[in-house]
């Protein structure tokens, strides 16, 4: 059974950051990281798989850097350059397999079976 917990999560000015964290994110498995905002659907932000390989939704490429640490047991996003646009509940979650996932498959939550309760971001 995969228990995951993120903390981290906080309220911040434009341009500052944040480092989210993921507790039970096992390294084997492909893992990511998604978030929700009032009234809009859930979003793909980043994803890791076993081997380190990583994707990001559009948005917040050059300014999001998922990691983890396979020893800990801890996944995590480092969140720079922050904007309004980024507020919203994040959530870390974990297909629960080591197969990796086909590059237009990585940021939909369709393919993710454990999900972590959410840490609320605002930006403003």
């Known amino acids: 059974h995969v228990q995951l917990v993120e903390s981290g999560g906080s309220s911040v000015r434009p341009g500052g950051s944040l480092r989210l964290s993921c507790a039970g994110a096992?390294?084997?498995?492909?893992m990511g990281w998604f978030r929700q905002a009032p009234g809009k659907e859930r979003e793909g932000v980043a994803y890791?798989?076993?081997?380190?390989?990583?994707t990001y939704t559009a948005s917040v490429k050059g300014r999001f850097t998922i990691s983890k640490d396979s020893v800990k047991n801890i996944l995590y996003l480092q969140m720079n350059s922050l904007k309004p646009e980024d507020t919203a509940m994040y959530y870390c979650?974990?297909?629960?397999?080591?197969?990796?996932?086909?590059?237009?498959?990585?940021?939909?939550?369709?393919?993710?079976?454990?999900w972590g309760q959410g840490t609320q971001v605002t930006v403003s």
């Open positions: 890791i798989d076993a081997d380190g390989t990583t």
């Open positions: 979650a974990s297909t629960g397999s080591a197969s990796w996932l086909a590059v237009y498959l990585r940021l939909r939550s369709y393919y993710y079976n454990y």
């Open positions: 096992n390294g084997m498995y492909c």
